[in-house]
């Protein structure tokens, strides 16, 4: 399939008013920017622990000295055997990042309800480095609606995305992205949370893809991806280019 073929002044004329269509997108993701930053806070008063490799720690704990925290609700259940394919495929955008983030008061940690050693595992297979720690025995996964319990799923409507779903679209594990405030006296406050294809953005092969000649070239929301360690090797496609 290939697209219309036109004269250079003709695609001149069709880019420049997609040109006009993508400072508008800049412009409107700018005051949505400005809107996220302005959004009240709310105070974290329950006590967290998670399991490190480093011991246990709390929420606070998990800044590691910075004031801010960005926390991916990674999904890898307690009885899991890897780590959800989609999530994987945005963390494979972080490791280049830490240095970036880390240096402008920024830590980033994944977190998971499966055990610490399973969580080790997968991350050994897959060559990460980021900080990545289990909420396995305690509500942190629950309270901020990403882990959901057979008692959830039996009812009628699970709370997701900041509304009601049906339990048959949900699962006991579903992705998202948390941000959290540490002020000078220690106290922790929750300032954003981001589901279901919110945190898009952050997987740099995505918008890389959406300026190629074909795209995503996607049936359905990714389903193109795999894990990294798990692609075929794929043949070329049939080209004047040798």
């Not at 329950?46 to 800044?63: H, I, Q």
């Not at 002020?183 to 406050?189: A, M, R, S």
Request: aromatic share 12%; proline share 6%.
């Amino acid at each position: 399939m290939q697209n219309e073929v036109v004269s250079r002044e003709e695609w001149l004329e069709a880019r420049r008013a997609l040109l006009a269509k993508e400072k508008e997108a800049t412009r409107l993701r700018d005051s949505v920017n400005a809107a996220r930053l302005a959004l009240p806070w709310v105070k974290v008063d329950r006590d967290y622990v998670f399991e490190t490799p480093e011991g246990r720690k709390s929420l606070a704990d998990l800044f590691d000295g910075r004031s801010q925290l960005l926390i991916y609700h990674f999904m890898l259940g307690p009885d899991w055997d890897a780590g959800c394919t989609g999530c994987s495929f945005l963390s494979d955008h972080v490791d280049g990042a830490l240095p970036h983030l880390n240096h402008h008061d920024v830590t980033w940690v994944a977190v998971s309800r499966a055990p610490l050693d399973k969580i080790a595992a997968y991350k050994q297979r897959m060559g990460w480095k980021f900080p990545w720690v289990s909420s396995f025995g305690n509500d942190f996964n629950f309270d901020y609606h990403v882990s959901f319990s057979p008692e959830d799923l039996a009812k009628d409507k699970v709370f997701y995305n900041f509304t009601p779903m049906p339990p048959a679209d949900a699962n006991d594990e579903l992705p998202g992205l948390s941000a959290f405030y540490c002020n000078d006296k220690g106290e922790v406050f929750h300032t954003y949370s981001s589901y279901a294809r919110g945190p898009e953005e952050l997987i740099g092969t995505l918008m890389m893809l959406d300026r190629a000649p074909k795209g995503r070239n996607e049936d359905s929301t990714m389903n193109f991806v795999r894990r990294h360690d798990e692609y075929e090797e794929a043949a070329k496609a049939p080209s004047c280019c040798h």
